[in-house]
């Protein structure tokens, strides 16, 4: 009988032993100290202890004192530490179980929780109290049902939380980073701050004691106010690119970012994407297809999440592209070039423009922009021709638009002519005389400086060189009666003479025929012949005497005969009698604008020669 009790015995403790290594012995933390929990405890002979079960569980007591079978030893316990010691006896207490050299507690409730416990021999030997508590499994409580709290950036949070068990539980957090606030951590709350952003995220905490861990789980929200971290430096690029602007920005919630155009202070919804960098850190990107020139400037970047005040920044975007045209102006023109003044355009690209290009006809004339505007001549042209000239710049990156002008070089006048037969019918003079009104065709984009007239019959071939402004009538006079005559008339200008005009032929009137004609028509008789030849001989003396006048008083060059034809008008001087090539250089030299001082009708006194030349 005794041997099979020592068999239990050293089976119950084999199997306490397994259990203790199997459940393990677990540590009470650092608030309470020589402690444990669980199945198997060992009194010590040193120091008190304290063991923990759970309700309802069993708590097996050893010792390690050495005994034999010989030796009397004994469990005792009291109920409080000033109570009265008292051997187990488990007849008295049913909870308490002795099996050999070991100490059985089953179950551990409330009246065990409080005892205290300890082995002794009669050999002197005794352990410290060891004392029995009922324990509790680890629980914590956040305080909010959403677990999801709020805090400013730079400012402090507390958040309340209720952390229990027996024993008493460790409470840890687990942070985010390195980078984390500082923050106090009890068991009835936790506090942070002041917050920074790396604070926003989802935290754990976690309660634990020798029964177990239990886990709490919440979010810090940490709102920051919209920020721009950064934007695109100035962006370059070319017309027909896509170009694509950046803008970096900070904000928790998240911000509305909207780009805007400064030009047009237009709000840009199309083309615009945003991405998430992480948490309250976003990218948006400005994407314009097919830039323009339209579209160089600068974009705004605003970013608002309600916080505070919205958060701008700006940029600019340069293009390279076709610049304007070029401003070109005719400054200057001669019969055989034309001077362009060209200047830079308004929009130059993006890029300075380099140089121009003048294309006429199939000719193109490079020309250097070396400053705001150069002037060109282009040289040997055609006289008295239109040219079209077009002119483009180009900046290194292509041509610009065309910019085109038209000038017409000047030449060599040209002249028609005009009959006023009207008036030489109307007068009754025609036999030695004829008036022509001459028209300016071209005057070649310069002033007449004279013109010669070439007058030819059957007898004889007269070159009349004279000044005529513009537009205006001569009269030929010293013509023979009855006589055909062809006249033409060249115009001369800085540049030479220009062509000779339409022929213009005429005849002149027979005299004899004139005088019978008017005789029978107006029935005058001799006495009225007579009289009239009186007024008409007093006329010519009057007409004689001021010619002679008019060339002394003009100093004029030009001779006067009443036998060789020459011209008379409002404002002509005449040369008879001489041809162009013996007196051009004279007259040119001598008087080459020269116009009379007499403004006086000249054609009265044109007639009466005629009339005198008739009576004689």
Not at 455 to 467: G, M, P, R, S
Request: charged share 15%; with cysteine; aromatic share 8%.
């Amino acid at each position: 009988m005794t041997l099979l009790l020592e068999m239990l015995q050293v089976l119950i403790v084999f199997l306490s032993f397994c259990g203790r290594r199997i459940k393990g012995q677990f540590d009470c933390g650092n608030l309470l100290s020589n402690c444990t929990c669980g199945y198997v405890h060992t009194v010590s002979e040193d120091h008190e202890t304290t063991f923990y079960q759970l309700r309802g569980l069993t708590v097996t007591l050893l010792h390690n004192a050495t005994v034999t079978p010989q030796t009397l030893f004994a469990w005792q316990f009291r109920t409080s530490p000033s109570g009265q010691v008292t051997r187990v006896d488990p007849g008295v207490n049913p909870q308490l179980r002795l099996v050999g050299q070991v100490l059985t507690i089953n179950p551990v409730d409330e009246i065990v929780s409080g005892m205290q416990f300890r082995f002794v021999t009669l050999s002197s030997y005794e352990s410290k109290w060891a004392e029995a508590r009922l324990g509790t499994e680890p629980s914590i409580q956040l305080h909010g049902t959403r677990r999801l709290f709020n805090v400013t950036i730079s400012q402090s949070i507390d958040i309340g939380l209720n952390a229990g068990g027996v024993p008493l539980p460790t409470v840890y957090l687990k942070i985010r980073s390195e980078k984390s606030s500082k923050f106090v951590l009890q068991r009835r709350g936790l506090q942070f701050g002041p917050v920074n952003e790396s604070d926003d995220g989802s935290y754990s905490v976690k309660a634990s004691n020798c029964f177990g861990d239990v886990f709490q789980n919440f979010t810090l929200n940490v709102l920051i106010g919209s920020s721009i971290e950064s934007i695109s430096e100035e962006v370059r690029g070319r017309c027909g690119d896509t170009v694509t602007l950046v803008c970096i920005v900070l904000g928790n919630p998240q911000p509305t970012i909207t780009w805007v155009f400064t030009s047009s202070n237009a709000s840009l919804g199309r083309n615009v994407f945003t991405v998430s960098l992480g948490r309250s850190r976003y990218q948006s990107l400005l994407q314009l297809l097919h830039a323009e020139a339209s579209n160089r400037g600068a974009y705004k970047c605003i970013a608002d999440n309600g916080l505070g005040d919205a958060a701008t920044n700006t940029t600019r975007l340069s293009l390279l592209c076709q610049s304007d045209a070029p401003v070109v102006l005719v400054s200057g023109k001669a019969n055989d070039s034309v001077t362009l003044t060209i200047s830079q355009p308004s929009y130059t690209g993006g890029h300075p423009i380099a140089n121009f290009s003048v294309v006429y006809g199939d000719v193109t004339v490079p020309v250097s922009a070396s400053a705001d505007s150069v002037v060109i001549t282009i040289e040997n042209l055609m006289p008295n021709t239109f040219y079209r000239f077009d002119v483009t710049a180009h900046n290194g990156i292509e041509a610009s638009a065309v910019a085109s002008v038209s000038a017409k070089t000047a030449g060599i006048p040209s002249l028609v002519l005009v009959s006023s037969q009207s008036q030489f019918i109307s007068s009754g003079v025609g036999c030695h005389s004829v008036t022509i009104r001459v028209t300016l065709a071209d005057n070649g984009d310069t002033d007449f400086t004279h013109y010669k007239a070439t007058l030819t019959n059957a007898q004889e071939k007269t070159t009349i060189d004279f000044i005529l402004r513009n537009s205006s009538e001569i009269t030929l006079e010293g013509l023979s009666e009855n006589s055909a005559y062809a006249l033409h008339i060249r115009g001369r200008n800085k540049y030479g003479f220009g062509p000779e005009s339409d022929t213009y032929v005429f005849q002149t009137a027979d005299c004899g025929d004139q005088g019978d004609s008017e005789g029978l028509r107006t029935g005058v008789g001799v006495l009225a012949a007579v009289s009239s030849l009186a007024i008409l001989v007093a006329v010519y003396f009057g007409y004689h005497w001021r010619v002679v006048r008019l060339d002394k008083r003009s100093n004029a060059t030009a001779l006067r005969s009443r036998g060789k034809p020459h011209a008379t008008g409002s404002t002509c001087e005449t040369v008879v009698g001489t041809t162009l090539d013996q007196r051009q250089d004279e007259v040119l030299t001598a008087n080459p604008l020269y116009e009379p001082t007499v403004q006086s009708n000249p054609a009265h006194l044109v007639r009466a020669a005629s009339i005198e030349e008739e009576q004689r």
